[in-house]
């Protein structure tokens, strides 16, 4: 199977809600009249974002939904997407698998694949997304205002229960060690919520590298700190939490990674507001802090006192 055949065969449909998609020397894409175009690419390297254990169908949604997290972190709506994809070989069953996966997200969400390049190498999966936003509304990690309330979409946490049972550093029942296995390998990325908060939230990102670390790029970005309540009911995969020991589960929520859950912030008076951006979008939201006046990040435990223990720094790759 020569490159254009594996091209034609596995990565060619017909553009949706595009112009032109695959097969000449760009796609053409049409933003509608009043939208912005908002863009993102993200690579995924074997061994370093994904396990070679992962079925290949899994794979194919993983490295989309990655993308689709962040224009659901910036309240976009999904429009197109380009693949980019350096294979060891034109291994057939590797393919329609990797396939399968990638166009059952695509369809569910409307985006077509318009684009990319095919070239032999190292497994190495590189996507674009381009989606549409309302000119001026997309949200932006520069909006959190000292006073707004902090909320987290989901249950953080599960991925790198995950990780920490494939590592061997963590024993889990095997239900729990598939749920957890699930959210890693298939993330949902929170489109429909994203786009659910627009004009109510003031700032957003989508959690990928640990609650702790993203929310940190928001403070910085904004000038202003947080407050975070862990005695809340952080949401944590709900098996986990009780067959975990309190730090792990802890460190798992507050600085796991591979969540793609959205941390956003929202000014108090629109906490309904956000319940029934939650409610219209089916996808939990918790609030679990606020944002302070005063730069930097405070942990406050079960008794409302200052966590001793510092998540902030940890390396989920150590
Ligand atoms: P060019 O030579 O102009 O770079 P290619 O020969 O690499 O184009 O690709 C031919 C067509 O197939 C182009 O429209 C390109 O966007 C598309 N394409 C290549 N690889 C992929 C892929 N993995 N998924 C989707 N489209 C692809
Ligand atoms: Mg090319």
């Not at 097969?23 to 690579?43: K, N, T």
């Not at 497994?123 to 959190?144: D, K, M, Q, S, W």
């Not at 749920?179 to 957003?204: D, H, K, N, Y």
Request: proline content about 5%; some cysteine.
């Amino acid at each position: 199977m020569g490159e254009f055949d594996l091209i034609s065969r596995y990565f060619h449909r017909p553009a949706r809600r595009s112009p032109l998609g695959v097969g000449d020397d760009c796609a053409l894409l049409a933003p509608a009249a009043g939208q912005q175009l908002a863009v993102s690419s993200d690579m995924l390297v074997e061994g370093r974002h994904f396990l070679s254990t992962v079925a290949p169908d899994r794979l194919g949604h993983k490295a989309l939904a990655v993308n689709l997290s962040d224009l659901a972190a910036c309240g976009a709506r999904p429009l197109a997407f380009t693949l980019a994809l350096s294979l060891p070989s034109a291994d057939e069953a590797w393919l329609a698998g990797f396939a399968s996966g990638l166009w059952a997200l695509a369809e569910a969400h409307g985006c077509d694949l318009v684009g990319g390049d095919t070239t032999r190498g190292p497994l190495n999966i590189c996507i674009t997304v381009f989606g549409e936003v309302p000119a001026g509304r997309a949200l932006l990690r520069t909006g959190a205002r000292a006073g707004d309330d902090l909320w987290v979409s989901g249950t953080l946490g599960d991925a790198r229960l995950a990780l920490e049972a494939f590592r061997g550093t963590l024993e889990l029942p095997a239900d729990v060690f598939a749920a957890a296995r699930l959210r890693m390998e298939t993330p949902t990325p929170r489109v429909a919520l994203g786009q659910a908060l627009r004009g109510i939230a003031s700032s957003a990102i989508d959690i990928s590298d640990g609650l702790l670390g993203d929310l940190g790029h928001v403070l910085a970005a904004s000038g202003v700190g947080a407050t975070l309540e862990t005695g809340r009911a952080l949401p944590l995969l709900a098996a986990g939490a009780e067959i975990c020991e309190p730090h792990w589960a802890l460190t798992c929520v507050l600085a796991g990674g591979d969540d793609y859950e959205l941390a956003f912030t929202a000014p108090a008076a629109a906490r309904a507001q956000v319940e029934a951006a939650g409610r219209a979008a089916a996808t939990p939201v918790t609030r679990i802090g606020r944002i302070d006046a005063e730069p930097g990040l405070r942990l406050l435990g079960a008794d409302g006192a200052p966590l001793a223990r510092r998540f902030a720094g940890f390396d989920h790759f150590g």
